[in-house]
Every structure is written in structure tokens, then in C-alpha cells.
């Protein structure tokens, strides 16, 4: 393949802050964004080496389409290196990958938790492990092809969302640290994806076409429930179905086949539409209710990570109003952040219908386009718009905002409240 010299052309400033000629690792997966990463990088006359992970056993994903991090995979990740004549490994995580990612997985679902096992594998795997590896091969930086855009300001790195709103990752991105933004590049954070598809062509690498990884990667059935009765032989135990009025309605066959939200597969008959409102492993019970019973207001969150400029403590008594979203899918929406007891507590303005425990909650600075991500952390419990078990015994409306005061003297948990994670339990 013929490179062109590099330059600060269109695709200038890629890299940002590298010295010329410097070792830039890409974490390879086999797919057209990070192979593009590693062409660009090669074109702008880096010194490029290429990391793939193995991360789970794929006998059953080798040949599925939208699979990642196995098979077909590692071998196109080869090949793109091949072509671009740079240096390629392959790492073997496996057992580390199964330990963090997958048994936590399980364990999560096994509490009653709806889990997102691709923000603990980019936050334990990818930018721990692949980091540390590429420090130790004398790289300036690690490069990958996510959608997400970052840059400097006067308190430090920054996050942003990407230009793409429909590719944007900046959901499944909350938990990296400054310490690790410093040693990050993600080349793709102001492209479009068919620009990216464009390039891949315009360079030559025969994975232009192919199509995006989906769903979770050790779930090659895309059925959860196998893998955690394939881990937990004893996860599927029965347990009764009850309405939030206290009623037994029915039974069910495990709480690893249901989610909050779920409205489908309950095989109850009431005579009117209900839907799972909450899980309480420890009773074996699944929780329905009306659609109006899954609005949540009140989200109660651990492992917060900051990534603002100035400390939360500081953010004064009302909170701090901020964006959030508590999928991936949607826009995010106003919401009040806040501390109480110790806990910090994100207060949506409008709430939202099925937020469960387990997913994620990130802050942004406002719901633009390419707006700062301010951090996030994991869902711990919600509570309902008509749950009275509101700070200080109040229910402040949507434009209370920051005339509220619904925690006490932040500067009581000032330990806690400093930038990075706030708190030490393991997320899953």
C-alpha cells in the first residue's frame, strides 16, 4: 500500500500534541473505524503498532456477522496490518476478560441488575490493561477508533461528544479518567461514518464494507439468559410475580429472563398492560405495575466519575445542573446533581420511564451536539415521581433547578467528592 507523506491536511491534527514520528499504538479490532485509525496514523508518518485483543472463546461467533474481539476478527485486523506494513499483535485476555467482564455480568444480572458490559470492558480492559501495554512498548499514546472527541483545557483533558450524534459513544466512555485521557487519542471523534467508509476506501483496506459490530460480544445467540444459566447453574430459580400493590399475580422461571421496562413474556392476565418496574433478587421477586409506575425521578448512583473542572464539592448546596442521559440511545435531558448522605443523586426534571439499576447515568454540560461530557457514574436505585422518599421530604417541580436545596453541606463529603472516582465499589 502506498501512504501518502504526512501532513496537516484535512485529517491534521488527528493526533494532537505527539511529537513527530512517535510510536502511537491503535487497539485493533478488526473492524473499518479502528483500521482506518491505524491507516491515518501510519499516512502521518507515526510509528505504528497494532493491538488486537482475544477476549472470549469464539467457536460461536466466529462466522456471525457483528461479532468483535474473536475469530474473523483477529484475522482481519492481521491482514489490515499486513497491509499497512505496520507491527501487529495479538493479545490473549481471555481469563482476565472473563473474570471482570463476564462473571460480573452474570453476577450483575443475578441482582437483579440490567448490566452494560462494554463500559467495564472499555474501563477495565481496554484502558487499564491495553494501556498499560502500550506504555510498556514505548508508545506516546493509544488510539482507538471510537466515536468521541477530546481535547485540552486550562484544568486538563476534556471529553467531548462526537460529531456523529448517531455513532456518538460518549455513554459507554463515562468512566475514563483524566490520567488516562492524558495517554488517549480517538482520531474519529469529528467524522461522520461515511466519511470514515470514504476513507477506508481512499486507503486501500479491505474492510470498508464490513458491518458494524453489534450487541454484546459473548452473547453470539443474543439470548442473556443462556450465558448466565451457562455460569450460574442455579440462577433460573422460581420465584412469584407481584403487582406494587402487594399482590402475588402470577409465577415466573428466573429473574434473569426479565428487564425494567419489560412489557412482553410475563404471562400474566390482568386486563390491563403492566410492565416490570423492579427486580428484588433477594426475594425472587419480579415487581409490576401501570407504565406511570416506572417513571423515574430520583437516581441514585456509585463510582462516579468526574470529569468538570472544578470539584463537586464545590458546587454549591442546590446541586449543580447538568444534562444527562441514562441510555445510549437517547438525548440527553435536564436534570440536578446533587449530594445526600454521602450518596450522589441525580434529580431529572422531567423523569424518566424504565431507568434501571446496573446501567449507566452521564453528565454533560448542556444537550448539544458535541457538548462536554462531564463524567457519570453507575445506577445503584431509583426512586419514582410519586415515591415520597424525596430529599427532605419535597418533591421540587422541573424549574426548581438550583433554588432547591436538597442535600446538606457538600464540603461534609469532601473526601469523596474529588475529581476521578468518587467511590470503591466495583461496578458490576
Not at 1 to 30: D, I, K, N, Y
Not at 100 to 110: K, N, Q
Not at 392 to 398: L, M
Amino acid at each position: 500500500m502506498t501512504m501518502s507523506a504526512p501532513g496537516t491536511g484535512a485529517q491534521g491534527g488527528l493526533f494532537e500534541g505527539l511529537p513527530a514520528g512517535a510510536r502511537v499504538v491503535v487497539a485493533m479490532s478488526g473492524g473499518v473505524d479502528s483500521s482506518v485509525v491505524a491507516a491515518l496514523a501510519k499516512r502521518e508518518g507515526y510509528d505504528v503498532v497494532g493491538l488486537t485483543m482475544q477476549l472470549y472463546d469464539h467457536g460461536g461467533a466466529t462466522g456471525r456477522k457483528g461479532a468483535c474481539c474473536a475469530g474473523q476478527d483477529i484475522h482481519d485486523a492481521r491482514r489490515v496490518a499486513d497491509t499497512l506494513g505496520i507491527t501487529h499483535y495479538v493479545l490473549d485476555y481471555e481469563d482476565r476478560f472473563r473474570a471482570e467482564v463476564i462473571e460480573g455480568f452474570a453476577d450483575s444480572y443475578l441482582a437483579g441488575e440490567t448490566p452494560i458490559p462494554c463500559v467495564v470492558c472499555n474501563q477495565q480492559i481496554k484502558f487499564e490493561s491495553l494501556l498499560d501495554t502500550a506504555r510498556d512498548l514505548g508508545a506516546a499514546a493509544l488510539a482507538t477508533g471510537h466515536y468521541i472527541a477530546s481535547g485540552h483545557g486550562a484544568e486538563g483533558p476534556r471529553l467531548y461528544r462526537a460529531a456523529d450524534p448517531d455513532r456518538d459513544q460518549s455513554y459507554f466512555l463515562f468512566a475514563t479518567t483524566r490520567e488516562q485521557l492524558e495517554f488517549l487519542r480517538f482520531p474519529l471523534g469529528g467524522m461522520h461514518k461515511a466519511r470514515v467508509r470514504e476513507l477506508a476506501h481512499e486507503l486501500g483496506l479491505r474492510v470498508a464494507t464490513k458491518p458494524d459490530s453489534q450487541d454484546i460480544c459473548f452473547v453470539p445467540t443474543g439470548r442473556y439468559a443462556d450465558i448466565i444459566e451457562r455460569l450460574r447453574p442455579d440462577a433460573a430459580q422460581a420465584g412469584n410475580i407481584v403487582h406494587v400493590d402487594g399482590r402475588v399475580l402470577g409465577r415466573h422461571d428466573g429473574i434473569i429472563n426479565f428487564t425494567v421496562g419489560q412489557r412482553k413474556g410475563l404471562k400474566i392476565a390482568t386486563g390491563e398492560p403492566l410492565y416490570v418496574v423492579r427486580l428484588n433478587a433477594d426475594r425472587r421477586e419480579v415487581v409490576v405495575g401501570q407504565r406511570s409506575d416506572l417513571r423515574a425521578r430520583l437516581i441514585v448512583l456509585r463510582n462516579v466519575n468526574w470529569l468538570g473542572d472544578s470539584a463537586l464539592e464545590d458546587m454549591g448546596e442546590g446541586g449543580l445542573d447538568v444534562f444527562v442521559r441514562v441510555r445510549s440511545s437517547q438525548p440527553p435531558q435536564p436534570a440536578t446533581l446533587f449530594s445526600r448522605h454521602g450518596d450522589m443523586v441525580v434529580m431529572l426534571h422531567e423523569g424518566e420511564y424504565g431507568v434501571a439499576a446496573g446501567q449507566a447515568c452521564v453528565f454533560y454540560a448542556d444537550g448539544s451536539a458535541g457538548a462536554r461530557v462531564l463524567g457519570g457514574g453507575w445506577i445503584a436505585s431509583t426512586r419514582s415521581a410519586t415515591d415520597t422518599d424525596l430529599p427532605d421530604n419535597s418533591a421540587p417541580g422541573p424549574d426548581a433547578q438550583s433554588a432547591a436545596s436538597p442535600a446538606p453541606s457538600l464540603r461534609d463529603h469532601a473526601t469523596r467528592l474529588t475529581p476521578g472516582f468518587v467511590r470503591g465499589a466495583k461496578p458490576v
